[in-house]
């Protein structure tokens, strides 16, 4: 009897390596217990990181289609079962040609790499990892809320330039996180996580999320507010919502106005989400406590960029999601969902 097919599909930013790691393997070595192969097929080896950057842009907005099929990947396909793939274009001439296939798994929570419509059309099963980040973006949050509030970074750049740094700018309120009140844009799964490890310091949450069904406030013993409230009374601010065309500039000059003068603002989110002149004009004017930022409108931050000299702001480069098992946490959501099909029961994250 002949093996089922799986296809691992590897990029510049899920690469060979990263699959190949104990962690991972341990992950797919579960589909054996089904009679399953795993092939793995290489997409993107030779890109740099700007390449894929360019690239991950134009997919998030034209879908798979306008990108060449990689030849091996094409012809792979047309026996394969279950293709597993992580940002590498899956369109309609793979789905077509893939006469066995069944499903496709997406190691991240978006799916804008595959064309959904056709694999619908021919029933095959797209299903996504949500949540495949929560716990690293929440460990940095944390992380971000203590470097900036209690100076860590800032004092260990000092230190090693020979400066026994003992005064900040933030000296004359810096406090504990316990009674703390933390204020969080957006109650998904990272904003969940990002309460609970909080919790465990004994702050008190808040959270504003239209969309959050008013259960899970209670459950996780955190209480709905208005955006508005959420600004003024809190003493950290970090956002957690999704980016799309109704939340972009969510936060406004008028809701950074409102802040404490002692509040802390966090964004491991997306830069899109806020109103970043005013964020630094804010922070330039000492109108509020300081900043620990992950996104930027523009990345990387250019040179001569006003927030470049600023005094109370801890600047990280876009790797709050960064983690060396994140590839074996996202491959185990998704082997999760296949081991459901090759049950044949009901996928917990299908697209379609």
Not at 208 to 231: A, G
Request: with cysteine; hydrophobic share 40%.
């Amino acid at each position: 009897m002949s093996k089922r097919k799986v296809i691992m599909l590897t990029d510049s930013s899920l690469t060979y390596p990263k699959v190949m790691s104990p962690d991972a393997q341990a992950v797919l070595k579960r589909l054996e217990a089904y009679g399953a192969e795993t092939v793995y097929v290489q997409d993107q080896k030779d890109w740099d990181r700007s390449m894929f950057v360019e690239y991950a842009s134009k997919v998030e907005k034209t879908g798979p289609e306008p990108f060449e099929v990689n030849p091996e990947f094409l012809k792979e396909a047309e026996e394969a079962e279950v293709i597993i793939a992580n940002f590498a274009p899956v369109g309609s001439a793979v789905i077509k040609a893939g006469k066995n296939l069944k499903m496709i798994g997406v190691t991240r929570s978006g799916a804008e790499n595959i064309n959904i419509g056709a694999a619908t059309e021919q029933g095959v099963k797209v299903a996504v990892a949500p949540g495949r980040l929560a716990d690293p973006v929440s460990d940095y949050t944390v992380g971000l809320i203590l470097a900036e509030s209690r100076n860590i970074a800032r004092m260990s750049i000092t230190d090693h330039g020979g400066e026994w740094m003992t005064d900040a700018p933030n000296s004359s309120y810096i406090k504990s996180l316990k009674g703390a009140t933390v204020g969080l844009v957006g109650y998904g799964i990272i904003g969940q996580r990002v309460a609970a490890k909080l919790q465990a310091f004994g702050c008190s949450i808040i959270a504003y999320d239209p969309f959050c069904r008013p259960e899970v406030f209670k459950d996780t013993n955190c209480r709905s507010v208005s955006l508005d409230e959420l600004m003024k009374t809190s003493d950290y601010i970090s956002i957690h919502a999704r980016l799309t065309k109704d939340t972009q500039g969510l936060v406004t000059r008028e809701h950074i106005n409102m802040m404490k003068p002692t509040a802390f603002f966090i964004n491991t989110a997306r830069a899109g989400l806020v109103d970043e002149d005013a964020l630094v004009d804010a922070l330039a004017e000492h109108r509020i406590g300081g900043a620990g930022l992950d996104v930027f409108s523009v990345e990387p931050i250019p040179q001569g960029h006003p927030i470049l000299g600023l005094d109370n702001v801890t600047l990280t480069p876009h790797r709050a999601g960064n983690c060396s098992n994140l590839a074996a946490i996202s491959l185990d959501i998704i082997v999760e969902d296949i081991e459901r099909y090759f049950k044949g029961e009901p996928l917990a994250h299908a697209k379609n």
